[in-house]
């Protein structure tokens, strides 16, 4: 029986071949790696939504493939780690996310080749893809019209922190910007030498759930830990409304991710080849700097 995905990988082959190109000539038009576009087509891999579209813009499809791109279930069957799984749930449910991040971006901001070069330190194979596919599954609800309430606060470092390749990090900060444009997602940088911010020396996530019901959310390496007590929510959300109100704006936070971006592109070979940058950039007195120090908030461990 063909799975939605292999159906999407039998129009894209489709089209392709009628637009008269190889795999390897549409991955150039992409621009994406030939295997991207192999293992598309083969329904073994999910493509980003920026990808079909690109694909409908160079095979001239009318925007067929988004359309589809949009209704296929990509994630009919995921498994998701037992310490995790609660965690799931209440993602599926909560009304309001609010989280700070540090070092990496939110998994539900993951574009599939971050995610993938992620975790890939830890597994490969099967294995990979269906972690892959697990930490995936999770985006949808929030990237849909009318998601919930989804604000986050990274810390300079996820951006700087490099995951992949170049290529990797320059389209992930593309897709923040593009899912930062969404009514329900505010996403806000905490620019690393602003020293007057005293930021949480670790990742914490606010959960608000139907009924009024809140949870503060933090993990470990191997298992995820929750607290409800009222006291401890109120003290992390005034954290939290603090350290939001002393970050740039969102729209400011923009600026300082497009820059990111830009400085991931002039890093990337194929992209200097393909013309997508002058030939000659300005050298960036910031670029290579070590992290400074700054100021941090010790948040008092949560009761059990």
Aim: aromatic content about 8%.
């Amino acid at each position: 029986m063909t799975t939605n995905a292999e159906f999407f990988g039998e129009l894209l082959r489709h089209y392709r071949e009628e637009a008269l190109l190889t795999q390897d000539a549409l991955a150039r038009q992409i621009p994406c790696d030939r295997s991207l576009v192999a293992r598309v087509e083969a329904g073994t891999r999910v493509p980003s939504d920026s990808f079909a579209k690109k694909c409908d813009e160079v095979l001239r499809t009318g925007g067929v493939l988004m359309r589809l791109w949009g209704r296929v279930d990509w994630y009919p069957q995921v498994e998701h780690p037992d310490w995790f799984q609660r965690m799931v749930d209440m993602e599926a449910n909560a009304v309001a996310l609010y989280t700070y991040q540090v070092m990496l971006v939110p998994g539900l901001l993951q574009t599939p080749d971050y995610a993938r070069a992620l975790l890939s330190q830890r597994a490969d194979g099967d294995l990979l893809d269906k972690r892959v596919r697990a930490r995936l599954s999770r985006q949808p609800r929030y990237l849909a019209q009318g998601g919930p309430t989804y604000v986050v606060v990274m810390d300079e470092s996820c951006l700087r922190h490099s995951v992949g390749s170049p290529a990797v990090m320059r389209d992930q900060c593309a897709h923040l910007l593009r899912v930062g444009k969404l009514p329900n997602i505010r996403i806000q940088i905490v620019p690393a030498d602003r020293f007057d911010i005293a930021r949480p020396d670790k990742s914490m996530l606010l959960v608000a759930l139907p009924g009024g019901e809140h949870w503060i959310y933090s993990e470990s390496r191997t298992r995820g830990h929750f607290y409800n007590d009222p006291e401890d929510y109120a003290e992390y959300s005034r954290i939290y409304d603090v350290l939001r109100a002393e970050t740039p704006s969102s729209h400011e936070s923009a600026a300082l991710i497009g820059k990111l971006m830009k400085e991931y592109g002039e890093h990337d070979p194929a992209a200097v080849e393909r013309g997508d940058l002058d030939q000659e950039q300005p050298q960036r007195s910031q670029r290579g700097r070590l992290p400074r120090i700054r100021p941090r908030v010790h948040l008092r461990r949560p009761r059990p």
